[in-house]
């Protein structure tokens, strides 16, 4: 019976953190440890070293390690899984921008709102000539 994939249950600053050797790694994902020195290779993953040069794997890496599972089962090579991740990265900082701007735009919204219910004119480059 094929192994679940491991995917972290929470979202916070402590995913970051490595604290999972490549033994740990490996058994928690099902991906066999030289795989994980392959994806490292290849610039899919990018576990953290200890002083002394160890691998350390985080649950950011770990749910990478899982999409790239994922992606590669579906057939796609390392140079396609490469360019998906850097699109989903552009994607969500996209978000980020387009989340923010609409917050901006309803901020503006209610203070034009309150401008015209206090029957001040709001301020535009026209009626500022």
Known sequence: MPRKPYRP????????????????????????????????????????????????????DMTRIAEVGDLANDGINAAGILYIRNLREEMEALRAENEALRQQLAALQDAVQTALKQGNEPATAASKE
């Open 9 to 60: 249950r929470r979202r916070d600053n402590l995913n970051s953190v490595p604290k999972y050797s490549i033994a740990v790694a490996s058994d928690l994902s099902g991906v066999p440890q030289q795989q994980l020195r392959r994806m490292e290779e290849s610039g899919l993953i990018t576990p953290q070293r200890t002083d002394g040069r160890t691998r350390r794997y985080s649950d950011d």
